[in-house]
């Protein structure tokens, strides 16, 4: 089997990995059971949950529907490289302050779709983020607070605020 | 914002202590668990609703590279012959007829995605490759999908066990129904289908065993609501004694009550685990979930009502067919029976009523909880009925709902078929108050407005009383259900006074590790970030029954509150030692104890556990360390309850239907914390709302599942949600250790039948009073078509 396998290197969260992969690799499945990056997970099969959505080259996609070979040379940004410098991303901030995870199963792929919204337009109405947030389902939330979570995020981005530092902040 | 003081940490809305993990990627689900050398489980499945198997030829599978082994029923079945059923009830002459569940196929095939087959390799894809090579020979047989024509006379036979396909009949009866059918004013007779639902956790089930040869000793990890009753029946099932079994159900990705039943799945990793020598894990796809873990739901209701003609309601009788799928689940028999039935009449006072429910077998997959439970069902069947009757005697519902409503001053309240009897209430103020909140009056002006102008809009109110927080074992064990239904709390004060607590409930989003916090940090006078709390794995928590049925509030935390107070009155103890007064010469103050007159004299709960662990200076008969259990079993059950209303527009040229706005007045008692109830309450609604307008599980005739996935099964979408306005009322369960009634299934249950009262009323004018859910365009168009000629 091993003759089939394909060499491929991929930057995630800003670090290279090169590796081999059979052919038909999923992108999704790379991540989790490659490298080792469980923070990406998949709820379906058919492209319609979500739930491993991560940033492909500034683009958000659904990892379940890349092969991994399709990543070669691509800059992917997972969950587990959202916080930076000790510092939450403005969107788990918001997702953590207006309780907008429950499971906390979709919500990955949700962060990072909403990273995407606010990088497109950091103002969303509720109307735009609802339609934006289209290719991800949450079974839990009823997304009411999943939108309040996205509007927080945005206010902190626009506001320059500095956001918590990762290990700070619980029993508050 | 800090919450400064434990005092005020209980009702606080505070940020959940978990999501610092899951909003960085470090959750630990169940799929999350990669053991070095685990093998992939994978299994062949049914292509067919109902047929023999003919043979199974497994040999190309087997002689694939990198298969470690194939098995079917004839190989499994000294492991485990059949999967158990935990609630094997009846109440009638009708002896249950208990089909055996096999965890493979055995000669035949009950429904479209059984399990035939399982297949373990070195790797997922080699596993999928082999599913592929293994040759199964069917001859197929007619199937039945319905739940009347499957007890029909000539309806396929499924099981050989149970003429007729009738698994049970179940009866409830209060007083005199028929004799008050025959003197109503008014009778109404109608027919409501309560449609196949499926519970869709975004995470699939899964499982991870690992059998160690030389110990005898497994740990599975598995998608589990009751990591405690999963071990109890892995241990009956299979014979692996309770005590080498380590069951961890570590981050849940939604449950919903498809995750409380124990499935071949787990047991089959368990087995290969065993057979190889290596951890075997596995986990569903999205298609596998949608055939293989228990469906929801799915009754036919024949209902009869009377009522005066002011609209009171003198008779209810109910019979209802009810579907167990081709085999009975874990829980299945209980569901559509004493959770339904029980609370047959709701809020209201109908002194005479009966339900009968024939529970059938179908060549669909099997049955089991899902939120809400039976209680949905019988919540729909009254709030049609309120609507129905309303439009009989020509009055405005919520007139009818008041006029039939239990009032404040019969509580408690024991209902006509004598089950149940209702804590507290006061159904009057969670309608007043949804009733203010949405405007009532002025919302009917503008609906003649708008009918005026042509439009279809209507508003649907819904009020409900819930049976929650299961609950006594007497009467869980009087139901037939076989376990007790009490839960459990260890609270572990360290030396430091920092404290680890110990829960026989499990979250799977519901928030205990932030909630059962707060409830100890109260007790304590600690503050919440000192409290970690524990669940989910069987070598950690001594014991518990697991989260559903809204109890782990007033279940679990009621155990933490009695452990609370059994680890203040041994402080105490220590406290007045320590003060060198008598102990009744102390109090409990701002999270202190204190010598009274002299609150600057004090001692906190660290202080004592401080010295309970240097332990040479403790009172007479005081023993060292500062750790208590308390196992509540609660003397009653909790009856939440509360009203929605919706107002919808329904597109008169395509029949889509619009929610304009949502209001949900709710009353939980006590609420620990209203951030999480809420989130509780959208998400129910969501689901319920999903319910009335685009969910169902749709079989051809032959057994197939056409909505098998999510492509083809209509889960909402944010785009379709609309915004929720909540309320609350606060009647504290007046036999709660918390007050606490539980809130998590709430907002299924109340919002289904609000939201299709609104679309019926928007009909109404055409002369249409009643479609079956789900209401989507097309069918409510046809209706809106048929009425117009």
């Known amino acids: 089997m091993e003759e089939h396998h394909v060499g491929i290197t991929v930057e995630v969260n800003g670090r290279p990995h090169r590796s081999t992969v059979e052919p038909r690799t999923l992108l999704v499945d790379y991540l989790r059971d490659d490298l080792g990056l469980t923070g990406t997970h998949i709820g379906c099969d058919t492209g319609q949950c979500g739930a491993c959505t991560i940033i492909v080259d500034g683009q958000s996609v659904k990892s379940c529907m890349v092969l991994a070979v399709q990543a070669d040379g691509a800059h992917v940004r997972t969950v587990e490289g959202l916080a930076q410098d000790g510092r939450y991303h403005a969107v788990q901030q918001g997702f953590w302050e207006k309780h907008g995870l429950q499971c906390g199963f979709c919500t990955p792929g949700f962060m990072m779709q909403s990273v995407q919204i606010l990088e497109d337009n950091p103002d969303p109405s509720d109307e735009e983020i609802r339609d934006a947030l289209e290719g991800n389902l949450c079974r839990c939330t009823g997304y009411q607070n999943i939108v309040e979570a996205v509007k927080a995020a945005g206010a902190t981005i626009r506001s320059g605020a500095e956001t918590m530092a990762v290990g700070t902040g619980v029993g508050a | 914002m800090a919450v400064a003081s434990p005092t005020r940490a209980f009702g606080a809305s505070i940020r959940r202590r978990e999501d610092p993990r899951l909003i960085t990627g470090r959750g630990k689900f169940t799929d999350d668990m990669h053991l070095a050398n685990a093998a992939t489980a994978m299994f062949v499945r049914s292509p067919h609703g109902h047929a023999r198997i003919v043979s199974i030829d497994t040999s190309a599978a087997a002689a694939h590279p990198g298969v470690l082994g194939v098995y079917t029923f004839e190989d499994v079945k000294g492991f485990i012959s059949g999967m158990p059923c935990a609630w094997p009830t009846t109440n009638t002459g009708d002896t249950l007829k208990l089909a055996t569940y096999p965890p493979l196929a055995d000669g035949k095939v009950r429904y479209f995605g059984e399990a035939v087959a399982l297949v373990v390799a070195v790797d997922p894809n080699t596993a999928a490759d082999a599913v592929e090579l293994v040759t199964v020979e069917y001859d197929p047989l007619p199937a039945v999908i319905n739940n009347e024509a499957a007890v029909a006379p000539g309806a396929p036979l499924i099981h050989d066990s149970a003429p007729g396909n009738q698994a049970f009949r179940w009866s409830l009866v209060g007083g005199d129904t028929n004799g008050a059918l025959a003197h109503a004013d008014v009778r109404i007779s109608q027919t409501l289908v309560n449609q196949r639902l499926i519970a869709t956790p975004l995470e699939t089930r899964c499982a991870v065993a690992d059998y160690n040869p030389a110990s005898g000793e497994v740990t599975v990890w598995v998608t589990s609501q009751n990591p405690h009753i999963h071990r109890l029946l892995i241990a009956l099932s299979t014979g692996i004694p309770e005590h080498k079994i380590r069951v961890i159900a570590g981050d849940v990705g939604g449950g919903f009550g498809a995750k409380i039943p124990y499935y071949a799945g787990e047991a089959l990793c368990i087995f290969a685990s065993k057979e190889l020598g290596v951890p075997v894990r596995w986990s569903e796809s999205r298609s596998e979930n949608y055939v293989a873990t228990a469906h929801g739901r799915d009754h036919i209701q024949h209902i009869e009502v009377g009522a005066t003609k002011e609209g009171k309601i003198t008779a209810l ?180 006074g920092k404290v680890t607590v110990f829960t026989g409930v499990h979250s799977h989003g519901q928030g205990h590790e932030t909630s059962f916090a707060q409830i100890v940090a109260r007790d304590l006078g600690v503050m919440v970030d000192d409290v970690d709390v524990i669940h989910g794995d069987t070598d950690k928590v001594q014991h518990g029954m697991g989260t559903y049925g809204s109890r782990s509030a007033p279940v679990g935390g009621g155990a933490l509150r009695m452990a609370g107070m059994k680890i203040r009155a041994k402080a105490q103890k220590i406290a007045a030692h320590l003060l060198e007064v008598a102990e009744e010469d102390i109090e409990w103050v701002d999270d202190a104890f204190r010598v009274k007159g002299s609150p600057d004299k004090s001692k906190t709960i660290p202080d004592c556990a401080f010295a309970a662990y240097m332990a040479g200076n403790l009172p007479a008969g005081v023993t060292p360390v500062l750790e208590e259990q308390h196992w509540y079993d609660p003397e009653n059950f909790v009856f939440p309850f509360g009203t929605h209303i919706c107002v919808v527009e329904v597109d008169r040229e395509t029949g889509e239907t619009h929610i304009k706005r949502y209001v949900a007045v709710d009353d939980c008692g006590e609420i620990i914390n209203p951030m999480l109830r809420d989130g509780q309450v959208h998400g129910g609604i969501a689901q319920g709302i999903a319910q009335a307008l685009w969910e169902e599980a749709v079989y051809d005739e032959n057994g197939q599942l056409l909505s098998g996935s999510l492509m083809d099964y209509a889960i909402p979408k944010a785009s379709v949600m609309p915004h929720l306005e909540l309320g609350h009322t606060v009647t504290p369960s007046p036999h709660n250790p918390l007050g606490v009634k539980g809130i998590g299934e709430a907002g299924t249950i109340a919002s289904t039948p609000a939201v299709v009262n609104a679309v019926m009323d928007a009909l109404s004018p055409l002369g249409i009073h009643h479609i079956d859910m789900p209401l989507r365009p097309a069918k409510v168009w046809a209706a809106i078509d048929a009425a117009s000629h």
């Open chain 2, 317 to 496: 009788k109910v019979t209802a067919y009810a579907s167990l799928g081709a085999y009975p689940s874990t829980a299945a028999p209980g569901v559509p029976t004493w959770l339904f039935g029980c609370i047959i009449q709701g809020p209201y006072d109908i002194p005479n009523n009966e339900v009968h429910v024939i529970g059938v077998y179908t060549n669909t997959t099997p049955t089991d909880a899902y939120r809400g439970a039976g209680r949905p069902e019988a919540t729909y069947i009254l709030e049609r009925v309120i609507d129905l009757v309303a439009a009989k005697v020509g009055r405005d519902p919520v007139d009818v709902r008041r006029l039939n409503f239990v009032k404040k001053d019969q509580f408690p309240f024991k209902v006509a078929n004598g089950t149940l009897t209702y804590d507290s209430g006061d159904y009057e103020l969670t309608l007043g108050k949804a009733l203010h909140t949405i405007g009532y009056t002025d919302l009917r002006a503008w609906q003649a407005e708008q009918r005026a102008a042509g439009k279809l809009v209507g508003i649907g109110v819904s009020s409900y009383v819930e049976v929650c927080g299961l609950g006594p074992s007497s009467a869980a064990n009087a139901m037939g259900f076989a376990g007790g239904l009490y839960d459990s709390a260890t609270i572990r004060v360290h030396p430091t």
